[in-house]
């Protein structure tokens, strides 16, 4: 694995992998259910990918956007490819609420809504909130893209 993918938590915040992608909770809660969707390779801009990730790409992407649906059944769903300070091919995953959402005594608001997701506003769940939310994903992922 790459050290991006390494820096988001891989492997305890591994919820699928794909043969050129995987998705990871993103330890840092800017919403409720915000991930990490990273490729594997060491490419360090989008069109150095392999030719096949693009192909899993739409695969990928409609895992996640079944099973954000299914669990929390957000309002939009934003893709931003930022990396700026980590350098590998990555996208974080944001889905957005027009209210704010609670999980397990937890809140989340969505201090940007209806514009820009805000980065630099994040959830601060516990341990316990974050592992409880990583299994209720887990049990949702579609199968083939356990």
């Not at 919403?31 to 390779?41: E, F, I, Y």
């Not at 209210?99 to 608001?109: D, S």
């Not at 514009?115 to 939310?133: I, M, N, S, T």
Request: glycine share 6%; proline share 8%; net charge negative.
């Amino acid at each position: 694995m790459n050290a991006t993918i390494e820096k988001f938590g891989y492997p305890s915040t591994l919820l699928s992998e794909y043969e050129h992608w995987v998705v990871l909770l993103r330890p840092a809660q800017a919403t409720l259910g915000a991930l990490v969707l990273a490729a594997r390779s060491d490419a360090e801009a989008f069109g150095d990918l392999p030719v096949g990730a693009s192909t899993e790409l739409a695969r990928v992407t409609r895992d996640i956007e079944l099973t954000l649906a299914q669990v929390f059944g957000y309002d939009k769903i934003n893709y931003l490819m930022l990396m700026m300070v980590d350098p590998h091919v990555h996208f974080h995953v944001l889905p957005r609420y027009a209210e704010q959402r609670h999980y397990r005594g937890c809140e989340f608001p969505d201090p940007g809504w209806p514009g820009a997701p805000r980065l630099d506003h994040q959830a601060a769940p516990d341990a316990e909130v974050f592992d409880a939310l990583r299994l209720e994903l887990l049990e949702a992922w579609p199968e083939v893209g356990r």
